[in-house]
């Protein structure tokens, strides 16, 4: 393949999940009603966040925030996985698969910053709960969301511009998602300085984010357990269990598949791990913080109510 003829790459295809054709019709069928489900859960947050005011609180404004990148976090890989599974050549253009690429890690850092301001939170709710309303104030809220979305668009350019100059061999792509390490794999050279970046800025982001995330929970579990009673330690802790639940899928999925050396991994175990953070936890995400939420659960019944 290093030897191939390096000519301008017009399209790549995707070999997606399956290569049993009896089998694309129930993946089709799965993923299509993992989406909708998806789709309907993140909005309803959305909806249930912005339309009801005992929820205009900095908790769910950033769970809002989480809802909206879960959606198009799943979009960017989720309809073009659907399409494969119906056309016997799943291509997508060159400018298609760099943009799937810039969107996907786009979104995913933008998650990893929220999930860590949300972890911030919480340790203000619990450990400076005095001072809550005055740290986090709306302004300062507003602008912890804005930031999150802002670094995440700039920490993406990068490592997508530098890959997206690389001259490629093959068209291939042994994924279902146009991703770093198989882009790599169809170089027509050993690019260093691009495998460098490329590992650096996704394991910082990861890292750091997570590092945050676990030094914040550190200073709440310490809280939680000078409080007296045990009622009062299980309500304290109640309050962050959802986030903590989905920051360890999210968290133990992205770093095991990002923070690693570059080389020849498995492409099967790579592909089902991905289906975890970029399908899942998208439809889980909902789940877990509306079924653990009593004021979530109030809101829903006060829709129903109407």
């Known amino acids: 393949m290093r030897g191939a003829n390096q000519t301008k790459m017009k399209e790549f295809i995707l070999h997606g999940l399956s290569i049993n054709e009896d089998t694309q019709a129930v ?163 050993d690019d260093f300085t691009t495998e460098l970046t490329s590992l650096v800025l996704t394991s910082l982001v990861l890292l750091i984010t997570f590092s945050f995330t676990c030094i914040s929970y550190v200073f709440i579990i310490q809280t939680i357990l000078r409080i007296p009673s045990s009622s009062g330690r299980h309500k304290a802790f109640s309050t962050c269990a959802s986030h903590l639940t989905v920051v360890t899928m999210f968290f133990g999925c992205a770093i095991y598949m990002y923070v690693r050396p570059s080389g020849h991994h498995p492409f099967y175990q790579d592909k089902l791990v991905a289906v975890l953070y970029t399908v899942l936890t998208p439809l889980l995400n909902p789940i877990i913080y509306s079924l653990r939420n009593k004021e979530f659960i109030e809101a829903v019944k006060k829709v129903m109510r109407c």
């Not at 809002?64 to 890989?77: A, C, D, K, Q, R």
């Not at 400018?95 to 911030?120: A, D």
């Not at 809220?141 to 530098?162: D, E, M, Q």
């Open 27 to 189: 993946l089709f069928a799965l993923f299509l009603m993992v989406y909708i489900l998806t789709l309907f859960g993140n909005v309803m947050i959305i909806m249930l966040v912005w339309s009801n005011t005992s929820l205009h609180k900095p908790m769910y404004v950033f769970l809002g925030n989480l809802s909206f990148v879960e959606i198009w976090y799943t979009t960017t890989t989720v309809p073009k996985m659907l399409s494969g599974f119906l056309s016997k050549t799943n291509s997508i253009s060159f400018t298609g698969c760099f943009l799937q690429y810039f969107f996907f890690f786009f979104f995913g850092s933008t998650e990893c910053f929220l999930l860590t301001v949300m972890g911030y939170d919480r340790y203000l709710a619990i450990c400076q709960p005095l001072r809550y309303h005055f740290l986090m104030s709306s302004r300062i809220c507003f602008r912890l969301s804005s930031t999150c979305w802002i670094i995440g668009f700039l920490w993406t350019l990068v490592p997508v511009i530098l890959t997206s100059q690389l001259p490629f061999c093959g068209n291939e792509i042994d994924h279902f998602l146009c991703d770093t390490g198989p882009l790599l794999e169809l170089s027509c050279v």
